[in-house]
């Protein structure tokens, strides 16, 4: 019988974990407690709460001239761009002022009169964000910009607790940020396990009991977005990342009507279709993006997302009967039948 080893911190408000199989490396977790204790250091340089991180100078700079930065944020910001031209603008690294709008910001729903929404507007827009890749450069060509990477920096966090592990040796094993940001590598440990377990932890975690030895990769749940008892299904991540999004947990009732706090930055107003959107992607940074956009975007987006590289996509989308859903695989997934 094998068994699966965690090490854990809290960092980017949620938690993070390595998981490996125990006894298979030496000085495994020793590696694995050093990988997340970067995590912290990349909030404080990535934070856009933190008035002293590098995005936070960037943000009061770039209006005024251009702003050099580390190999590191401007990678991020290109990747952002990048995905905001492949999803038609349903992903938005300036969409932070609608998010405030709507109030969330202050953790308090409110629906923002129609001027306020478009006093908001006004001041989103990846079209505005000049790169200048040989000199590293960002600049901002029109005053109110602000670039948020809450979107893809746990997602960047969990690529580079990958990248220092596979440095050590190390070619088995997980990493999460909060279970919306997945990342495996090689496979976990075989055991033995009855046939038809019930599925008990409704958020995205390796399955580490109660289930049939798998021959290579890592078994992923994905949680439903509105059943917490239930999975809409399962996910063999090999060597790939799987992001989700979704906005039921975070979201207030107005006039009958549930609003997230995922907006479309298109229309300035909350999602209002899909209820959960899943992506698997070679990195947990374009996972986390891409799955954002598709929460944005709905099934039409699913073509276009479909032609990237090495990228499948799950979308829940509501029933006809309250709390139920309908599932739309494109990751080769095993799902529920109670949910499907």
Not at 295 to 311: D, F, H, I, K, M
């Amino acid at each position: 019988e094998s068994y699966t080893v965690r090490v854990g911190r809290r960092a980017m408000a949620c938690q993070f974990e390595i998981c490996l199989n125990a006894g298979q490396y030496e000085h495994a977790a020793e590696v694995a407690l050093r990988a997340l204790e970067q995590v912290a250091a990349l909030e404080e340089r990535l934070s856009f709460f933190r008035p002293e991180s590098e995005l936070a100078r960037l943000n009061r700079a770039a209006a005024d001239a251009p702003v050099e930065l580390s190999d590191e944020l401007f990678a991020l910001i290109e990747l952002g761009l990048a995905v905001h031209e492949q999803t038609g603008g349903a992903f938005d690294l300036t969409a932070t002022p609608l998010w405030e709008a709507w109030g969330f910001a202050a953790r308090s729903g409110r629906v923002p009169s129609e001027s306020e929404l478009a006093e908001a507007l006004d001041r989103v827009g990846s079209r505005w964000v000049e790169l200048d890749p040989r000199r590293r450069t960002v600049r901002f060509l029109k005053r109110g910009l602000r670039l948020n990477l809450g979107s893809v920096g746990k997602g960047y966090a969990v690529d580079r607790c990958a990248a220092m592990l596979l440095e050590a040796g190390i070619d088995d094993f997980l990493v999460h940020g909060g279970y919306s940001s997945v990342l495996a590598r090689g496979s976990q440990a075989s055991w033995p396990a009855p046939e038809t377990p019930p599925p008990t932890d409704p958020r995205a975690e390796p399955t580490t009991s109660g289930h049939r030895p798998v021959a290579g990769g890592w078994l992923v749940g994905v949680r439903h977005p509105v059943r917490n008892d239930r999975r809409v299904g399962q996910v063999r991540l090999v060597d790939r990342a799987l992001g989700t999004s979704g906005s039921w947990s975070q979201s207030f009732r107005h006039e009958g009507k549930r609003l997230g706090h995922v907006i479309d930055p298109r229309t300035g107003r909350p999602t209002a279709g899909a209820l959960l959107a899943a992506v698997v992607s070679p990195s947990a940074a374009e996972a986390d993006a891409f799955s954002t956009a598709l929460l944005v975007g709905g099934e039409e987006l699913l073509p276009s997302l479909l032609g990237q590289p090495r990228t499948g996509a799950l979308l829940v989308l509501p029933a006809d009967r309250a709390e139920e859903a309908r599932v739309l695989n494109r990751l080769g997934a095993r799902t529920s039948p109670q949910s499907a």
